[in-house]
């Protein structure tokens, strides 16, 4: 079992920038960030391997940046220069023995 704890969600206006965090309860080896809409799938938004090689949507490069601290077994995604298009409510997501795990889900709102 692998439980999840996001934080640093919130209400920004448009160009500002938000950290989120997720913390798991167990060294994880890759990680990732995906949001979700109302009426919408969930959509990868970055991910992170065991080796730190990384992977963006389209929509987010050059603006979200992913990273890990291994001895925290906590995952972060920066996201900059925030449009209105990137409310959702974000999720982590760990892989662990061929299971994978959820965390609850933060609110990332962005202003015009």
């Known amino acids: 079992q692998v439980q999840l704890v996001e934080s640093g969600g919130g209400l920004v206006q448009a160009g500002g920038s938000l950290r989120l965090s997720c913390a798991a309860s167990r060294s994880i080896s890759g990680m990732g960030w995906y949001r979700q809409t109302p009426g919408n799938q969930r959509e990868l938004v970055a991910d992170i391997t065991a080796a730190g090689i990384t992977n963006y949507a389209d929509s987010v490069k050059g603006r979200f940046t992913i990273s890990k601290d291994n001895a925290k077994n906590t995952v972060y995604l920066q996201m900059n220069s925030l449009k209105t298009e990137d409310t959702a409510v974000y999720y982590c997501?760990?892989?662990?023995?061929?299971?994978?795990?959820w965390g609850q889900g933060i609110q990332v709102t962005v202003s015009s």
């Open positions: 997501k760990a892989g662990y023995r061929f299971a994978n795990y």
